[in-house]
């Protein structure tokens, strides 16, 4: 069994920041990539970043140069700094990691989401 858990979501004034975590825990062997997606009410589920095993990552065009998305492998920890946030910014923010188990092979996993809201 595998389990993303995320956490730092929440309300901010525009212009501010916040900084999102995902763990991944239970019968991982090694995690390929990790990702943030978020989806905001009524609007489909849209890619934020990602990042690999190897340190590379790519943003979506309207986060790039204010967000930055790291890992820590030795803690399967996917991290997500958001600045300068706008109110656009506004949804559940979900983890995402495909990944190799002890047992069973290369799977996909999602979090359970975290709100953020940027609102003043």
């Known amino acids: 069994q595998v389990q993303l858990v995320e956490s730092g979501g929440g309300l901010v004034q525009p212009g501010g920041s916040l900084r999102l975590s995902c763990a991944a825990s239970?019968?991982?062997?090694?995690?390929?990539?990790m990702g943030w997606y978020r989806q905001a009410p009524g609007k489909q589920r849209e890619l934020v970043a990602r990042?690999?095993?190897?340190?590379?990552?790519n943003y979506a065009t309207s986060v790039k140069g204010r967000f930055t998305i790291s890992r820590d492998n030795a803690k399967n920890t996917a991290y997500l700094q958001m600045n300068s946030l706008k109110p656009e910014a506004t949804a559940v923010y979900y983890c995402?990691?495909?990944?190799?188990?002890?047992?069973?092979?290369?799977?996909?996993?999602w979090g359970q989401g975290t709100q953020v809201t940027v609102s003043s």
């Open positions: 995402n990691a495909n990944l190799y188990r002890v047992v069973g092979g290369y799977s996909g996993y």
């Open positions: 239970g019968s991982i062997f090694s995690i390929y990539d």
């Open positions: 990042i690999t095993d190897d340190g590379s990552t």
